[in-house]
């Protein structure tokens, strides 16, 4: 798998927990229904979910895990940017079902102001995870 196609199975995790405030980590049970889905294009063929977010541990350094089986980003940012590049892409391509995420997570104040904004990034070529 390349670096590219890790980034596009993590946005979708990254996300998800972002879409309930204060959710920084989850089991890898809790991520498999995420996960999987964005598993199957990118053909990954070391085993299911969970061997993906250990992988993604041992080779990335993204991801730590914060106890038996619990995983999440090493740092809030590391989480935001990836949501925030899923959320740009789902707004691109109109999936109705993304569109009031943006405003209910940003209302919460749960995203960062670096990542409010992100078509100023993308100016500066910083939203290369989107493409």
């Known amino acids: ?58 080779e990335s350094g993204l991801l730590v895990d914060w106890g038996p089986e619990e995983f999440g980003f090493m740092h809030l940012g590391f989480q935001e940017y990836p949501a925030t590049c899923k959320l740009r892409r789902l707004l691109l391509e109109k999936t109705p079902a993304a569109t009031p995420a943006p405003a209910k997570l940003s209302a919460r104040g749960w995203f960062g102001p670096g990542t409010r904004y992100p078509h100023r990034r993308q100016a500066a070529g910083l939203l290369s995870l989107a493409q």
């Open 1 to 58: 798998m390349t670096a590219e196609q890790g980034r596009r199975v993590l946005q979708p995790a990254a996300l998800w927990l972002h879409e309930e405030q204060g959710r920084t980590r989850a089991s890898a049970n809790e991520l498999a229904p995420v996960l999987e889905p964005a598993l199957q294009p990118v053909r990954w063929g070391g085993g299911g979910a969970a061997d993906f977010l250990r992988t993604a541990k041992e």
